[in-house]
């Protein structure tokens, strides 16, 4: 029996029961020794659904992708971080959105007057931010 049967075999038994530490934790040490393709097979598998293996395939699979994304995030000019936003053509607005925060918060000079500009511009969300960190600075609040 491959890794790959065993684990199928064992998702389809705790399916219903729910999973036993150890063999949980067995599982998810074959993760590795299994191919991408087996990996993608067990995570859209409907046994595995809901479970702490999936979460573990998950972060086989794709978490090398993110770090990459979050990388290259931070490395990026703050006007080219603007422009992003404010065009709205990749899917990590979000992510985005969570640098100029940081960049607003940690004070880099003409930069924090450009955020301060975009966030005014975006969403309601975005511009009740913006005023919320506009009063701390002038009233002092932490």
């Not at 086989?60 to 971080?81: A, H, P, Q, V, W």
Request: charged share 40%; with cysteine; proline share 1%.
């Amino acid at each position: 029996m491959t890794d790959y049967e065993y684990i199928l075999q064992d998702a389809k038994l705790f399916y219903y029961k729910g999973w036993e530490a150890g063999e949980l934790r067995k599982c998810i040490d074959m993760l590795p020794n299994l191919s991408h393709e087996e990996l993608v097979k067990l995570y859209t598998n409907r046994w595995v659904n809901g479970s702490k293996l999936k979460e573990e395939i998950f972060n086989i699979l794709y978490m090398d992708r993110l770090g990459e994304r979050e990388e290259r995030i931070k490395e990026m000019s703050t006007n080219e971080l603007i422009n992003e936003f404010e065009e709205r053509r990749t899917g990590n607005i979000a992510l985005i959105r969570q640098e100029l925060r940081y960049r607003y918060k940690e004070d880099f000079g003409d930069d924090r007057i450009k955020i301060a500009a975009v966030f005014r511009r975006a969403t309601k969300g975005d511009q009740k931010w913006i005023e919320l960190q506009m009063r701390r600075k002038i009233f002092g609040w932490r």
